[in-house]
């Protein structure tokens, strides 16, 4: 399955699409089988796709499988939910996370939620790169709750939040 968040028909030139592509293959190869299907599962209830087939990895956390965490990222007073998988950022409105900021790449970069509770993240050769607390970020980097992450001028804050557990019923 072809996802669009990836795809690079939005550039010009031969220079970025190259380094675009090699950013989508570091991508997907990070995001691996069992993330994958996390964010297939999150697709098919989003984008309507009924696939029985697809179900979150039988290994996965109790926490994860039940949502007990929320990961979200925070653009001032604007509170963007993420989901297991690949979470696009840029300005395009088919990202995840959409920054209205003519300063941020239409795909500027991505955060990978895994299966496993790991957050990372990635820039998908934007002009002007992503800056992880204060240090421009060489390639995948792992992200924890707090973390700052600017987009040109844009403070975003990543978060990870333990969801209180629902009192059961007596």
Do not use: W
């Not at 995840?96 to 790991?118: G, T, Y």
Request: aromatic letters at 4%; a neutral charge.
């Amino acid at each position: 399955m072809s996802d669009p968040r990836l795809h690079s028909l939005h550039l010009e030139g031969q220079p970025r699409r190259d380094l675009f592509r090699a950013a989508r293959q570091a991508i997907q190869a990070a995001c691996g089988n069992q993330t994958l299907a996390g964010d297939l599962r999150m697709l098919a209830s989003d984008e309507h796709l009924d696939d029985p087939t697809i179900a979150v990895p039988p290994n996965a956390p109790a926490a994860c499988a039940s949502g007990r965490f929320a990961f979200y990222i925070k653009d001032g007073s604007n509170v963007y939910p993420l989901h297991f998988g690949l979470n696009s950022v840029g300005r395009l409105p088919d990202n995840d996370v959409v920054i209205r900021d003519e300063c941020v790449s239409r795909r500027h970069c991505a955060v990978v939620v895994h299966h496993d509770m790991r957050c990372e993240i990635h820039d998908v050769a934007s002009k002007n790169g992503t800056v992880l607390n204060g240090k421009k970020i060489p390639g995948p980097t792992k992200l924890q709750s707090g973390d700052q992450i600017i987009l040109c001028g844009r403070r975003l804050t990543f978060h990870i939040t333990e969801l209180a557990e629902p009192v059961a019923a007596v």
